[in-house]
Nanobody
Framework: QVQLVESGGGLVQAGGSLRLSCAASGRTFSYYAMAWFRQAPGKEREFVASISWSGTTYYADSAKGRFAISRDNAKNTVSLQMNNLKPEDTAVYYC?????WGQGTQVTVSS
């Protein structure tokens, strides 16, 4: 059974940092791209960042310069380092690989 489990969310003040992690199990994810999405209340889920199997990264404009995605294929994990957080970053953050989604982790940024 394929599972993606996110962790690392929480409450942080504007300007602070958080590091999200996603642990994958059930198959070898090293051959697949992995991505982070987020969904704020009342809004559609949106792309944040992705990383290919070879390490090529892509970012939404809102994440460029502040967020960094990385992966550890040996551990089947993907991380999202988020710096200089803003209140508009408040959302549930989801890990995704192919058709599989995690359950999400809440990030709340206070002003």
């Amino acid at each position: 059974q394929v599972q993606l489990v996110e962790s690392g969310g929480g409450l942080v003040q504007a300007g602070g940092s958080l590091r999200l992690s996603c642990a994958a199990s059930g198959r070898t994810f090293s051959y697949y791209a992995m991505a982070w999405f987020r969904q704020a209340p009342g809004k559609e889920r949106e792309f944040v960042a992705s990383i290919s199997w070879s390490g090529t990264t892509y970012y939404a404009d809102s994440a460029k310069g502040r967020f960094a995605i990385s992966r550890d294929n040996a551990k089947n994990t993907v991380s999202l380092q988020m710096n200089n957080l803003k209140p508009e970053d408040t959302a549930v953050y989801y890990c995704k690989s192919n058709a599989y989604w995690g359950q999400g982790t809440q990030v709340t940024v206070s002003s």
